[in-house]
């Protein structure tokens, strides 16, 4: 008994870590799924009319960079972020993404260079849903600042 009380404690250090993780998918009728992780929170998934497992992939690998940026940029006065994304698809099965452009969209008084920088490192290093995508997906990106909004 001792030995499951272990399993279960490094299984959630290992968790806690980023070393493991668990979910489960559970189709809920016609064309409709929930993905559920092992925290219980769902996400709503509809292959017909969206949003879909590759919709939902492509906005992973925004939300995955815009951590970085956004982290990055915590000592820095900024008052919005945003990734706007678009992709082509292989035109026969499997339908895989074969490129993605992101264009960052950050609003305040913030150096191009940095943001650029972040974005890069985000890509070449810490984002782990874009370095676990197929290595010849194209990937381009660009950084759009705006101006510190007036509200």
């Not at 997906?137 to 759009?144: G, L, M, S, T």
């Amino acid at each position: 008994m001792s030995l499951g009380i272990v399993h279960k404690h490094l299984l959630q250090e290992s968790t806690a870590l980023g070393l493991s993780m668990q979910g489960r998918v559970e189709w809920t009728g016609g064309t409709t799924m929930d993905g559920i992780n092992a925290a219980g929170q769902r996400i709503s998934m509809d292959w017909e009319s969206g949003p879909s497992p590759m919709q939902l992939m492509l906005q992973m690998v925004g939300a995955c960079s815009l951590v970085d940026v956004v982290g990055g940029l915590k000592e820095r006065h900024f008052t919005g972020a945003w990734v706007e994304l678009d992709s082509t698809r292989a035109e026969s099965s499997p339908r895989k993404f074969t490129t993605m452009t992101m264009v960052y969209h950050v609003e305040g008084d913030v150096p191009q260079k940095l943001v650029e920088r972040l974005v890069s490192k985000s890509h070449e290093k810490y984002c782990s849903v874009s370095s676990s995508l197929d290595p010849n997906i194209a990937i381009d990106w660009r950084v759009v600042l705006h101006p510190p909004s007036e509200a």
